[in-house]
């Protein structure tokens, strides 16, 4: 489609854009539901009618592993050029098409169409990122002490599963089928049940890129998940989302001992320092909370931890700017820079942290509220809340909320604060803001995060391992090391006597 020169607001541009098949793709082809069950995607904004889409069951599951497991053995001996080539092949279809699949995630997921165009280059990127590794996939020799000679090689799993979060729907289901694709695993996403439209538009697009089989899409609901992750023909299940389906996931996996990577929630924390610069401090804690997507990321710095010395005046200028920068508007316009959560649920559990809060004894500095605008009273919107006078014990401060909600706490003892930084079940992010090297490195070494930003917030960099500690999940993807999560090693012994 053509992008937007001639009107911002698109939304009369969805309806062209939606996939025309919504069944399962698997084998190369279109299937329906063997139980003729379907679900129906609704706007979160508007509450308008999206269509139906099919819901795989264990049948269905069993069908597409089948299939993905009969092209196994053809796609393993494709040469790695070729599936790099082909790689490239959906990178290219992606980009081309990225305006059409951000906007039907727009409509879908609620997240605003502009920001949904850059996830497009994201995923284009992964796709093109993996597809240049493809030649690394070596193995090594070792030295031995009886004069033969010893190598390992790397092969693929098999059938690899991949279960894809609502917040960024097309832009998973297609950045993260690369890495096991190029390690020459058969894929089977799983899109979420919430916004499943642009997967299928997806697949409508790139599924006959790929052999029969290499390449599947089954969407449904949990069930369909937890069907994925037992079948006996799955040889590994990747999943970004929440650490109860995580835990879920993997408490299926365990009867097969399935290899498993997780990219899982994140109560993650921003640390101010008295000497950091404070108006990049306050652009840094509204860039890094993820107004944009309503806070529905699970690297959003959610906690932010403002040195006493500077507390009051950084929290000013934090709320000016997100009055500025983040008011609620229909996804679909272009000119929106904060969109709709995606569903009641999610607004209503938003809602209900907030209103704890305030009864724990916080204050709200901005927003609080379901937003009030006429024109959007229809949808699931928040406003960008900021949370102050916020203590380590509070809920708020403890439990992943995935809404827009800032809790902001003072600190001025430096082994509290790294205390209370550390004292949740999750680790996946943190930021660090100060312009001592010594301190910057200190903390660095000292919270526990997985991915870490000093003076710094919310960007990632393709090739830099993202994953986190503790509850935040297992492995690490956006790397090399991603390519290898989806490989097993073997050892062959040659005896030359």
Known sequence: MNA???????????????????????????????????????????????????????????????????????????????????????????????????????????????????????????????????????????????????????????????????????????????????????????????????????????????????????????????????????????????VNAGKAVMRTAADGLKKVLLELGGKNAMAVYPDADPEKAAQGAVRGMNFTWCGQSCGSTSRLFLHDSVHDRILDRIVALTAELHRPGLPTDTRTTMGALVSREQMDKTLSYIASATTEGARVAHGGRRCDDPALRAGYFVEPTILADVTPAMRVAREEIFGPVLSVFKWSDEDALLDAVNGVEYGLTASIWTRDLATAHRAAARVQAGYVWINGSSSHFIGAPFGGYKLSGIGREECKEELLEFTQIKNVNVTLD
């Open 4 to 242: 937007i020169e001639d009107s911002p607001d698109l939304s009369n541009r969805v309806a062209a854009a939606l996939p025309g098949r919504r069944g399962l793709y698997y084998g190369g082809g279109w299937h329906e539901a063997m139980s003729g069950r379907q679900a129906r995607s609704v706007n979160p904004a508007t509450q308008e009618d999206l269509g139906s889409y099919a819901v795989a069951g264990a049948e269905d599951v069993d069908a597409a592993v089948r299939a993905a497991a009969a092209a196994a053995a053809g796609w393993r001996a494709t040469s790695p050029l070729e599936r790099g080539a082909l790689l490239r092949r959906a990178a290219a279809i992606v980009r081309e098409h990225a305006w059409e699949l951000a906007l039907i995630d727009a409509a879908d997921c609620g997240n605003p169409v502009r920001q949904m165009r850059d996830d497009a280059v994201i995923a284009a990127t992964q796709l093109e990122y993996f597809a240049g590794l493809v030649l690394e996939l070596k193995g090594e020799t070792i030295p031995t002490l009886n004069g033969s000679l010893d190598y390992t090689l790397r092969e693929p799993l098999g059938v690899v599963a991949r279960i894809i979060p609502f917040n960024h729907p097309f832009m998973f289901a297609a950045g993260k089928i690369a890495a096991p694709l190029a390690a020459g695993n058969p894929v089977i996403v799983k899109p979420p049940e919430q916004a499943p439209l642009s997967s299928l538009r997806l697949f409508e697009l790139i599924g006959p890129v790929f052999p029969p089989g290499v390449l599947n899409c089954l969407t449904g609901d949990r069930e369909t998940g937890a069907a994925l992750a037992a079948h006996e023909g799955v040889a590994a299940v990747a999943l970004i989302g929440s």
